[in-house]
């Protein structure tokens, strides 16, 4: 470990979450009123973005990390330092990888888009409530708080534009 993740910070955990949770979406919308579009971009163009990048492929990714490495989401998010704690992690992976799975779909097939936002908002709102409860020990438990609940903020208002 570096000396920034011994201190409860990993930058390049910082980076993924900030690629996925806005980078990445505002440039596949750009991207995509560019050299797709001509007219106006409507809502649902821009939804299925925020739905693809931060509940999809971060979660997605973040499952199979927490399946293939549960060391870090253990020690580095919850502060906890027993082995015996990683088959809960593992278990958390396969969760998020299937919701990520559902969200990664829905760019195909639009039908499993307000699934994908409802269930990825669910789940990042009640994580953010809980990390806030708790009281982040850590920078990266700050990061993951903070990130959780402006994806749940995106995803309420995915949803709500949906059925506007």
Request: aromatic share 16%.
């Amino acid at each position: 470990m570096t000396n920034n993740e011994t201190a409860g910070f990993s930058k390049p955990y910082l980076i993924i979450v900030l690629l996925l949770m806005l980078v990445l979406p505002i440039l596949s919308v750009v991207f995509d009123y560019v050299f797709h579009r001509q007219t106006f971009i409507l809502i649902p163009d821009i939804t299925q973005w925020f739905i693809f990048w931060p509940v999809g492929i971060r979660l997605f990714t973040a499952g199979c990390k927490q399946v293939l490495q549960p060391a870090f989401t253990a020690r580095e998010i919850f502060h906890l330092k027993e082995a015996e704690s990683f088959i809960i992690v593992r278990e958390l992976g396969f969760a998020n990888i299937c919701l990520g799975i559902v969200a990664i779909c829905s760019l195909f097939i639009p039908e499993w888009r307000m699934a994908a936002s409802c269930s990825g908002g669910l789940f990042f709102g009640i994580a953010g409530f809980s990390h806030s409860i708790k009281k982040p020990a850590g920078a990266n438990e700050w990061i993951a708080m903070v990130s959780d609940m402006f994806i749940f903020l995106i995803m309420v208002m995915c949803f709500v534009f949906h059925y506007l």
